[in-house]
C-alpha cells in the first residue's frame, strides 16, 4: 500500500511544480486523475483539520467542480472522511430559489451533499427570499456568528475568518466565485460577503466571498479543465504584463495559506512551461 501511495505521489509531482507566490500546479493527464487527485487533497486536508480543531470548515464554488469532486460520494471517502464534522459554506451563490437550476447550492446538494453523511444543520446556504444585498448582509452575518464561536478559525492578521479550504472554479474570463474582471467589487476591502446584480454571465444576481476572506483562508484551491481556459490560466499563473495582474484568478493569493491549482492537460495547454519539470 505504501508502495502505491509512493509511486502515485511520484507520477504527480512529474507534473507538478510551484511557481514563486502564485501557487502549486497540479497538471493531469485526465479529469479522472484530476478528480481522484482532487478528492485524496480534501481528504487529507479534513482529516488535518479535524485533528487539529475539531471541525473542518470548507467553502465550494458551484460550476464544473461540483462533477471533480464526485469521487468522495465513493470508497473510501464516503466511509473514511469524518463528514460530520464539516461545515459547508458557499464562496458565491446566486440569488435564486434553492430549488433552480441555477443554484449553487442545488447543484451541490443533488451531485455531492445529498451522497455523503453531513449534517443538514452544518449546511450553511444563502437566505434565498430575500434581495441580493440581503442575502449578502445575512450570509456575512451568519459567518461572523460562527467566527466568534470559532467553529470558523480567524485570521492571525486581521479580523477576516480564515477557512480551512476555499475551493474555486474559474471561467474562461479569469472569474472566481462571482469575482468577474474589472467589476469594482475586487476593490471590496471591508466587507466579507458582498454581492452584485450585473453579473456578466447568467444569473445577474450574486453574492460572493471578497478577495480579503478568500486570501484568509488556510488553503485555497482553483480547480480549471478544458481549453477554453487555457489562456485564463496562462495570463493567471504565468509572467505577464501588467494589464493581466488584475485578472480575479490572479488576485488569488492567500497570504498565510496555501494555494493549489489542479489542472487538466487542456487547462494548462498555454502555461510557459518553464516553471514546471516534466
Ligand atoms: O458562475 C460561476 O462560474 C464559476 C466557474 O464555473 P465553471 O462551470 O466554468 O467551472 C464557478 O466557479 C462559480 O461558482 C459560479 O457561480
Known sequence: MLIIELLNLLSRMAHSGVHKDRGELRIHENLDELGTDLAEYIAELSEASVKERGVFTIAISGGSLIGLMGRLCEAPYNKTVDWAKWYIFWADERVVAKTHADSNYKLAKDGLLSKVPVLPSHVNSINDSVSAEEAADDYEFHVRQLVKTRTINVSDISDCPKFDLILLG??????????????PVLDEKDEWVTFITDSPKSPPERITFTLPVINSASNVAVVVTGESK???????????????????ARLVRPIRGKLVWFLDKLAASKLDGSQFSE
Open 170 to 183: 474559474m471561467g474562461p474570463d479569469g472569474h472566481v466565485a462571482s469575482l468577474f474582471p474589472n467589476h
Open 230 to 248: 487555457a489562456e485564463a490560466v496562462h495570463l493567471a499563473t504565468d509572467d505577464v504584463g501588467a494589464d493581466c495582474l488584475s485578472l480575479p
